[in-house]
Every structure is written in C-alpha cells, then in structure tokens.
C-alpha cells in the first residue's frame, strides 16, 4: 500500500514537472537579454532585461490583439452562457419527443473538426459582409462554445433536486420564476464555471481567427502571436514575452477556480 501511493505520488510530480517546466523555461527566457537566449539552458537568467516586453508593447502594439481577444471572448461567453443556460435547463427539466436526440446532436456538434466547416462558414461570412469583424469571429466561436456550456450545465441542472422548483410552482411561481429565482442561484457556481471553461476556449481560438480576419485590427493574441516572426528571422524573446502575457491570466484563473472547475466537469460526465 505504501509502496503504490509513493509511485503514485512520484507519478503526480513528475507529471507536474513536465506540465510546468516548459512555462517556467518560456518565463525565464523572455527576460533574458536577446545575447542570451541561445546559450545554454540554465534555471535562472544570467541577465535581467525587459527589452522584449518593450518591443512587444510600444514596437507592435500587442494591446490590440489582447483589447480583440478580450472583447470577441468575453462577448462568447456572455452569449454562450445565457443561451446555454436556457437551453440546459429546458434539456435537463422539459419533457418533450426527441429530448435525448437534441442532447446527444448537441455533443456530437461539439466534437466535429473545426477545419471541416471552415470554407462554408468562411462564404457565409464573406456573403453577409463580417469578415473581419467582431461579430464574424464571436457568431463562429458560438459554434463550439455552446455545445461546451449546453453540455456541463445540462448535467449540473439534472443534478439539482426538482422539489424545489415543484415547491415553488405550488406557492404560484411560473416556470420562469422558478428557474430566476430558485435555480439559477443553486447553479451559480456551476454557471460560472462553465463561464471560465468557455472563455479559456475562446481566448485560445486559433483556427477561426485566423481564416477570418484580415489585418491586424481584429486578429486576436494567438493569431498575433502565430504571425510574429519577420521575414528573415524570428523574435524568440518576444514570442516567448507574448506566450507568457497570453498564458499567465488563464492559468491563473484555472488555478485559482481549479476545484470548482473539476467538480463541474464531474457533474456535467456523471449523467
């Protein structure tokens, strides 16, 4: 028994290791003087320089790619959030011909190949003129951000005990103040776990911007970060500096949330 909970406990650290080194060496690097960056690996920098960070910010103006990724995820995740939440709950509660068959349609969306609908979704843009838009980037990011929500919160409302809501229904509530008032602040932590999932997916979207924008004005931090390198050489310090602006506030937040986040998952899997 001790001997299978040492490996274990070795397994989790090294797995740890391997999963944070590389960030670790990205965030060492990216202050290192460009001299240093080819020298050999150490676990602190020999020089401290913030030479990369300057030419991220005032050389390419990499508050723009990070103002679009915050305005196109955060208007997924509202939208994904609301409308999710109704449809969940309608999955999870009404009783209607198909309920299953719409739940399980609803998954296997979420599990198509994004390159697949690409070139249709790219000529249906181009016809209604949102190209390179905030609306053409959030309406196909939408495409997969709700089968995510739809998905956990549909097995986190099937998880909340229906006497409550038929408790209210016999004090003389409606269905929809039964759902505004009595569940939706029991689904509050579930709700906004799914908030942080769907926003992680969209601030890391990298297909879709890409094929859908065309200039810098509304590319967001991966496609930014993705078109980077020059023509005869690649600025490793401030990819690495970009990577690390683009990884540390999403990481934190997963950190931070991580118990809530696991949990949600859990009740999302367990029906």
Known sequence: MRTRRAL????LVLLGVVLVLPLYFALVSSFRPEAELFA???PSPRGFSLEHYRALFSGRSFWLPIKNSLVVAGATTVL???LGTLCAYALARLRFRGRKLVATAILAIGMFPQISIVSPLYLMLRKVGLIDTYPGLVLPYLTFAMPLTVWLLY?????LPAALEEAAWIDG???LRALFEVVLP???PG???TAILTFVYAWNEFLFAL???LGPERQTVPVAIALLSGRYQVPWGQILAAAIVATLPVAVAVLVFQRRIVRSLSAGGGR
């Open 80 to 82: 994904s959030v609301v």
């Open 8 to 11: 274990s406990a070795a397994g």
């Open 186 to 188: 029991l689904a509050l």
């Open 155 to 159: 097995g986190y409302f099937r998880q």
């Open 40 to 42: 050999a690996p150490s």
């Open 191 to 193: 709700i906004a776990t």
């Open 211 to 213: 094929s859908f924008t």
């Open 173 to 175: 509530a409606s269905r």
